[in-house]
T-cell receptor, first 114, second 110 residues
Framework: NAGVMQNPRHLVRRRGQEARLRCSPM?????VYWYRQLPEEGLKFMVY????????ESGMPKERFSAEFPKEGPSILRIQQVVRGDSAAYFC????????????FGQGTRLTVV | KQEVTQIPAALSVPEGENLVLNCSFT??????LQWFRQDPGKGLTSLLL?????REQTSGRLNASLDKSSGRSTLYIAASQPGDSATYLC?????????FGTGTSLTVIP
């Protein structure tokens, strides 16, 4: 059973371009979480999704950021018109359910905006 | 709002020492608490998961305790090794998200 797979591992975008980050949860997991880790800072929650539904997006910036978790395929975190401040490591976690479940994290996507 | 604090922020110890990392949280309404390890430039590796009804969990040289009523958890590492050098993060699960502390950076000196 492969772990949580994120790709790409490294992504470089110029200011104003779009960034698409993908997350394939562990087999059998239907819950996905996205976190952002800025340099020298802790992990900050962005969004929690179940298949085809956004459950909690309270940590997501109101503009330029969106997330989806379609019925088929990986979860996508999309950042439009990237700015230098978006440079960070973005981590995805998955779990089989909510409540008393363990979260498993991917290796992250390191986004650099130049 | 849940806040998670980890003390100390950094710790340096000689190889072989036993050590304790601390984690505190402000809201005791949690489902569980996880301890993670993060190596530089890498992802998070889950070390131990303690459910809210449990008091402690052990895995090898690691032992984690949870006192939910006082909002505290400790991670005990026995007989530390240079390979234990990493950042250790605790996270509390409130259902919709996991709240993370800022971590303890551990260096074990050979």
């Amino acid at each position: 059973n492969a772990g949580v797979m994120q790709n790409p591992r490294h992504l470089v975008r110029r200011r104003g371009q779009e960034a698409r980050l993908r997350c394939s949860p562990m087999k059998g997991h239907s819950h996905v979480y996205w976190y952002r880790q800025l340099p020298e800072e802790g992990l900050k929650f962005m969004v929690y999704l179940q298949k085809e539904n956004i459950i909690d997006e309270s940590g997501m910036p109101k503009e330029r950021f969106s997330a989806e978790f379609p019925k088929e395929g990986p979860s996508i975190l999309r950042i439009q018109q990237v700015v230098r401040g978006d440079s960070a490591a973005y981590f995805c976690a998955s779990s089989p359910g909510t409540g008393e479940t363990e979260a498993f994290f991917g290796q992250g996507t390191r986004l650099t905006v130049v | 709002k849940q806040e998670v604090t980890q003390i100390p922020a950094a710790l340096s110890v000689p190889e072989g020492e036993n050590l304790v990392l601390n984690c505190s949280f402000t809201d005791s309404a949690i489902y569980n608490l996880q301890w993670f390890r993060q190596d530089p430039g890498k992802g998070l590796t889950s070390l131990l998961l303690i459910q809210s009804s449990q008091r402690e969990q052990t895995s090898g040289r690691l032992n984690a305790s949870l006192d939910k009523s006082s909002g505290r958890s400790t991670l005990y590492i026995a007989a530390s090794q240079p390979g234990d050098s990493a950042t250790y993060l605790c996270a509390v699960n409130t259902g919709n998200q996991f709240y993370f502390g800022t971590g303890t950076s551990l260096t074990v000196i050979p």
